[in-house]
């Protein structure tokens, strides 16, 4: 059995310790929160694992996953250094999206082996997540040598971990940001430049979500240049410029930014002037 710590047994720390424990291969030693009551909760949901408020208790551990909420990550990784409680050559990893491995430096000064661990994945209530984890994507980066134990880690509980480049975080979960929430910002706008044709709200989720979905799997199937459609596909400059006519300042200035990149995405099939009367159309 490999013993795995939990430091912050909350929405996604409790889950995954779930998992690892009805895995079979996994041990949960200590489950560290800020209160007491949390720290039970989440042995509670866990089915094992000793519940501590007090990091000076945290048992040694094979694996310690610490995951308290982003801001928080440094500050507890340097008081588990100061500690001294995670012996050296034992692996240490993190969950956030955003941040590297380097937020546990002061473990990694004392030869623990740190890495990051994101599951693309919302933990947003602990039974559905646990229901629902298998398949989930693991993005991994840090110190090589935590790799081959939490790859297997991530396997045990389900996961699918894939390796990031060094420094490859940043751009890592703008990608994640710009294919999700900025999804979220289309439909946004293509549902307000909807009401201006006085199409009402029920017809214009229906019209939009067919659509949407529809080209989004044809993206995902084809390529996006492939799957592009409509005017600039076309290289009909007259159609653009009726568009921006109706929209608002606001409105009008996300859609010849995402008309620019759009030309730039259509412009191995259209000439060269089409790409001009384009350009013009969007400046
Ligand atoms: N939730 C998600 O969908 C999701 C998805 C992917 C990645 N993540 C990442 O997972 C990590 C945890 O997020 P979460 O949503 O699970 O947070 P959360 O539900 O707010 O839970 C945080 C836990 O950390 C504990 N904690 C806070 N400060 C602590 C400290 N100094 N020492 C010990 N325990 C401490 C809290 O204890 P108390 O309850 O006692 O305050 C709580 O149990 C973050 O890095 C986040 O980016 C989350």
Known sequence: ????NIVGGGRLGRSLARLAQDGGRYRIAGVLCRSPASAQAAVAFIGAGQALCDAAQLPP???????????EIAA??????????LPAGSVAFHASGAGEAALLAPLAARGVRCASLHPAFSFADPARAVAGFAGTRCALEGDAAAFPALQAWAAAIGG??????????AAYHAALSVASNYLVTLHALAARIAA???IDEATAAALLGDLMRKTLENSL?????????GPVARGDAGTVAMHRQVLSAADDALYCA???ATVDLAAPRLTAAAQAALGAALS
């Open 1 to 4: 059995m490999i013993t795995l």
């Open 61 to 71: 551990a094979a694996l310690t996953l610490i995951a308290v909420p982003d801001g």
């Open 76 to 85: 507890v990784a340097a008081q588990l250094a100061a500690l001294d409680l």
């Open 160 to 169: 699918q971990a894939f390796l990031l480049a060094p420094g490859g975080k």
């Open 196 to 198: 201006g044709a006085g």
């Open 221 to 229: 199937a084809l390529g996006p240049a492939a799957a592009l459609t």
């Open 258 to 260: 995402l008309g620019r």
